[in-house]
């Protein structure tokens, strides 16, 4: 799909949900031809001619100023993450055929030394991740809580890829709706931040062929900020596992994530990594992934 058309789907996707009285508008009654506001409602609400608002839903993004963008933000309710989504739409769009003057950074299979040393440093879970969901590193109790994802991968370890492709990922997701959900917003985010990315747009082409799941929620346009909360899972050799995650940008590479895993202190859980990572002590030749 090209920028022009995300730009259309996202605009009609988000006026489509929400009603006049939700946006503040009187409801003079009578059947209307379409589900939530109108294009001349949100015209209205971001304080916009109709044809400027019909011009950049039909993907001409072109001198578009930030204020008129953060007005439509308004209009439509956009969250965080959507605004900045839209925002990114909107620069690819005017971006256009330029060619751009650098590898994008999401393509890093590498990390450097000092966050090598950090990783293996922390106690805990923790993996390093780029905007298509791959794996980039971990530490080895993160590999370990992991491990069903490396065994023959059909390609570069992929946390979306697993979990629409993948029948253990049913069992291993505890709460497979949820996390289909939240991977797919931040995929639809990540395609807004780098269009022109090849892998990202080969890994949605593979998800959209090889899922019907994957295509219904990708098609709901919806994105997401991923900076923490709580992921049920279930691990071949230990069980259940209730864990809390925070999710951090390197700085030196921004393009990547440091994600780390936890457990409330003398929970089930706490116990359960607990023993994950005594099994890993006993396989020491299993417990680093490169990076």
């Not at 090598?116 to 390093?128: K, N, S």
């Not at 990315?197 to 919806?222: P, V």
């Not at 259940?240 to 409330?264: G, K, S």
Request: charged residues 25%; hydrophobic residues 40%; glycine residues 8%.
């Amino acid at each position: 799909m090209t920028t022009a058309a995300n730009i259309r789907e996202f605009l009609i996707s988000r006026r489509s949900r929400l009603s006049p009285a939700e946006a503040g508008l009187p409801d003079f009654g009578g059947r209307r031809r379409v589900p939530g506001l109108r294009r001349e409602e949100v015209a209205l609400l971001a304080g916009m001619s109709v044809e400027y608002y019909v011009r950049l839903e039909r993907g001409n993004a072109s001198g578009i100023s930030d204020g008129i963008l953060d007005g439509i933000s308004r209009a439509l309710k956009l969250d965080d993450a959507e605004h900045a989504h839209l925002y990114d739409l909107v620069r690819a769009a005017n971006r256009g055929a330029r060619k751009p003057h650098r590898k994008p950074a999401s393509h890093t299979h590498q990390i450097r030394a000092g966050t090598r040393q950090t990783l293996d440093a922390m106690t805990f879970p923790a993996i390093v991740q780029n905007g298509r969901m791959e794996l980039i590193a971990t530490n080895a109790l993160g590999r370990a809580l992991f491990s069903e994802m490396y065994e023959d991968p059909p390609g570069p370890v992929n946390f979306a890829r697993f979990l629409f492709l993948d029948p253990r990922a049913r069992k291993a997701y505890r709460e497979w709706n949820d996390s289909a959900e939240q991977i797919v917003a931040l995929l639809r985010a990540e395609s807004g931040r780098v269009p022109s990315d090849k892998s990202l747009r080969s890994l949605i082409e593979e998800l959209l062929n090889g899922s019907t799941e994957f295509t219904a929620l990708w098609e709901a346009h919806d994105v997401r900020i991923h900076l923490a909360g709580n992921k049920p899972f279930h691990h071949p050799d230990v069980g259940d596992l209730d864990l809390t995650y925070e999710a951090m940008q390197l700085m030196a590479d921004p393009a990547l994530q440091l994600v780390c895993f936890t457990a409330e202190p003398g929970s089930a859980t706490d116990h359960a990594l607990r023993l994950l990572g005594s099994m890993v002590a006993r396989r020491p030749e299993q417990s680093k992934l490169e990076g």
